[in-house]
């Protein structure tokens, strides 16, 4: 990742992290909800987030790869 792309300037919420979405959360609803993110983590406030099938995929190769992440 670049400097470029580690953050992004908001005029609401000011400098954040970048985060990973999967486009059927953004399109979706009822569909489950994973993050990259744990309650004592309290550092990242933009954890990388997925939907329930995304997480069957990720379980199975665990990882997330190239391939997946498409």
């Known amino acids: 990742m670049t400097e470029e792309t580690e953050a992004i300037i908001c ?3 000011g400098t ?5 979405v999967c486009g059927h959360l953004v399109d979706g ?3 489950g909800f ?3 993110g744990t309650e004592s983590d309290s550092e990242d406030k933009c954890p990388d987030a997925w939907c329930g099938a995304c997480d069957e995929i990720l379980m199975r190769d665990g ?3 190239e391939e997946n992440e498409k």
């Open 11 to 13: 005029s609401e919420h």
């Open 16 to 20: 954040q992290s970048i985060a990973f």
């Open 29 to 31: 609803e009822g569909l």
């Open 34 to 36: 994973y993050h990259s």
């Open 63 to 65: 990882e997330w790869t």
